[in-house]
Every structure is written in C-alpha cells, then in structure tokens.
C-alpha cells in the first residue's frame, strides 16, 4: 500500500498549488479520502475530504472553504486538492489519508511540505 503526495512546494500569498497524491496497493474507490496539515508547534488539521466511489460529499475547514477544492480520479486512484488564495497561514506539511469506511483500515501518506511565503 502506498500513498505518494506530490506538488508542494513554496507558492506566493494570494497564489495557487495543485497538490496530488497518488495510490497503490488497495481498492482505491472503496475508500474515503482526505488532506490533513501539520504546521509546527501545532496539531493535525483536516483540510478536505471526499467521500468514496463517486466522491459525491465533500467537507472543508472553514480556514479553506472557498480556497481549495479536493477531487478524486478513481481510474487514475489519485486524489487532488487545488489551493487558491494562498495564505501564509496555509504552511504545513500536507498528508494524504485513505480510509476504508468509519472503522476501516487507515493508510498515510509521507506528506508533502507547502510553504507560502512572498
């Protein structure tokens, strides 16, 4: 199983990332999928998530709503979250996590750092 974050990197207050992560090893389409951040000195935030199969519900912090958008392509098994209107308060490392229902298994990407700094 893996989870492979990609796309961070340093962007510009007011700017735009497109991160992605892309899976391995497990029925993509059965899982529920989401963004988490850590900033330093500070604890793990969900940014978004999208609901399996046809990832028809989504939910958003209310740091990010209106900011970024997540996605999924079940045939490609990548999920996506489109930054815009950047912030510097949006640094973090961003993890990539699947989750197989409420109680079901729970697989972790390595994350991938985002900095917004001018």
């Known amino acids: 199983v893996q989870l492979v974050e990609s796309g961070g990197g340093l962007g510009e207050p007011g700017g735009s990332l497109r991160l992605s992560c892309a899976a391995s090893?497990?029925?993509?389409?059965?899982?529920?999928m989401s963004w988490f951040r850590q900033a330093p000195g500070k604890v793990s935030e969900l940014v978004a998530a999208?609901?399996?199969?046809?990832?028809?519900?989504?939910q958003y912090a209310d740091s990010v709503k209106g900011r970024f958008t997540i996605s999924r392509d079940n045939a490609k098994k990548m999920v996506y979250l489109q930054m815009n209107g950047l912030k510097p308060e949006d640094t973090a490392v961003y993890y990539c996590?699947?989750?197989?229902?409420?109680?079901?298994?729970?697989?972790w990407g390595q994350g991938t750092q985002v900095t917004v700094s001018s």
């Open positions: 090893g497990f029925t993509f389409s059965n899982y529920d």
């Open positions: 999208i609901s399996s199969a046809g990832g028809t519900s989504t």
């Open positions: 996590r699947a989750r197989a229902g409420v109680w079901g298994t729970i697989y």
